[in-house]
Structures are given as structure tokens and as C-alpha cells.
């Protein structure tokens, strides 16, 4: 199994910044691909970036331009580093990771509410 941990949500002002981080534990030599996912109210989750174990990346085209995914092997940790945020950027994030080399992982976070002000 494998638990992943959230960090780094909260609140700010349209335009601000803000540096998500998940941290892996358990039985995390399996794991390969890591990714972000999100949730509005009343909306679908949806994928915001994923990254593989060699570090090849994908973004919605939303976030295209103002997020940048990025992981450190060593610490079992994947970031989200958001810039210019957005009030439709408002929503639970979840930390998403597998053991397949793409696409949706099995395990996810608890989920971190990150808020956008406008």
C-alpha cells in the first residue's frame, strides 16, 4: 500500500502563488507516475498535471503556462507550483499516484483545499 500526504493549500489572492507538495510513504518503490487532480464544487475531478518517473509531464490547458509539476525521487515527493492563480483555480486538490509508468495511478491523497480570492 501506499499513502500519500498533502500539504501546502490554503488561501490567497488571485494572481499569488502557491507551492503544493504530496509526500509518498509505504510501499513507494512501486510507485512511478504522480499527478495532481482537482474538484470544484459541484464539478467532475479533474486532472490538472501529471509526471512520470523520468520526469516527462502533461497539463490541462487550463493551468498550461501557470502551474509547473515537478518530483524528487530521493524524498518520494511530488510538487505543484502555481503561479498566477485564478479564482476558478478554487477547488480540493488531490495528490494521485501508480505503479503503471502513465496515466491514472491507484492510490490518492486525502485532498488539500486550496482557495483562490478575486
Known amino acids: 500500500q501506499v499513502q500519500l500526504v498533502e500539504s501546502g493549500g490554503g488561501l490567497v489572492q488571485a494572481g499569488g502563488s502557491l507551492r503544493l507538495s504530496c509526500a509518498a510513504s509505504?510501499?513507494?518503490?512501486?510507485?512511478?507516475?504522480m499527478g495532481w487532480h482537482r474538484q470544484a464544487p459541484g464539478k467532475q475531478r479533474e486532472l490538472v498535471a501529471r509526471i512520470s518517473s523520468i520526469g516527462l509531464t502533461m497539463y490541462a490547458d487550463s493551468v498550461k503556462g501557470r502551474f509547473t509539476i515537478s518530483r524528487d525521487n530521493a524524498k518520494n515527493t511530488v510538487y505543484l507550483q502555481m503561479n498566477s492563480l485564478k479564482s476558478e483555480d478554487t477547488a480540493v486538490y488531490y495528490c494521485?499516484?501508480?505503479?503503471?509508468?502513465w496515466g491514472l495511478g491507484d492510490y490518492w491523497g486525502q485532498g488539500i483545499q486550496v482557495t483562490v480570492s478575486s
Open positions: 509505504g510501499s513507494i518503490t512501486s510507485i512511478n507516475v
Open positions: 494521485n499516484a501508480g505503479t503503471r509508468a
